[in-house]
């Protein structure tokens, strides 16, 4: 059974730090392209950072670049996204989903903001952050 399970979310104050974390399990976890997404009350959800499975070359949109990083550990079937100097506007629920690779231009997609169609999703971890 494939299963995509994200971890990590909750409650911090602004200024706060949070690791998500995206386990997965049913695939070969290696040759796929993990995006990470959020979705806000009231708004669509978004593309924020991905990792390819080819290389693991990483994108992030530059809302969060500079305060994020995303990292995969291929022998334990997870991928990080590190957040910080979170922000009252990070507050969403944050989702995981992976594309089989090649797929080329799916993490520059995401990276851009998109709502991209991955193979699976996970069913998503709540991030608040009080202001």
């Known amino acids: 059974e494939v299963q995509l399970v994200e971890s990590g979310g909750g409650l911090v104050q602004a200024g706060g730090s949070l690791r998500l974390s995206c386990a997965a399990s049913?695939?070969?976890?290696?040759?796929?392209?993990i995006g990470w997404f959020r979705q806000a009350p009231g708004k669509e959800r978004e593309g924020i950072s991905c990792?390819?499975?080819?290389?693991?070359?990483?994108y992030a949109v530059d809302s969060v670049k500079v305060r994020s990083t995303i990292s995969r550990d291929n022998a334990k079937n997870t991928v990080y996204l590190q957040m910080n100097s979170l922000k009252p506007e990070d507050t969403a629920v944050y989702y995981c989903?992976?594309?089989?690779?090649?797929?080329?231009?799916?993490?520059?997609?995401?990276?851009?903001?998109?709502?991209?169609?991955?193979?699976?999703w996970g069913n998503g971890t709540l991030v608040t952050v009080s202001s």
């Open positions: 989903g992976a594309k089989v690779s090649p797929a080329p231009g799916t993490c520059t997609k995401v990276a851009a903001g998109f709502h991209v169609g991955m193979d699976y």
């Open positions: 049913g695939f070969t976890f290696a040759h796929y392209a």
């Open positions: 990792i390819s499975g080819s290389d693991g070359t990483t």
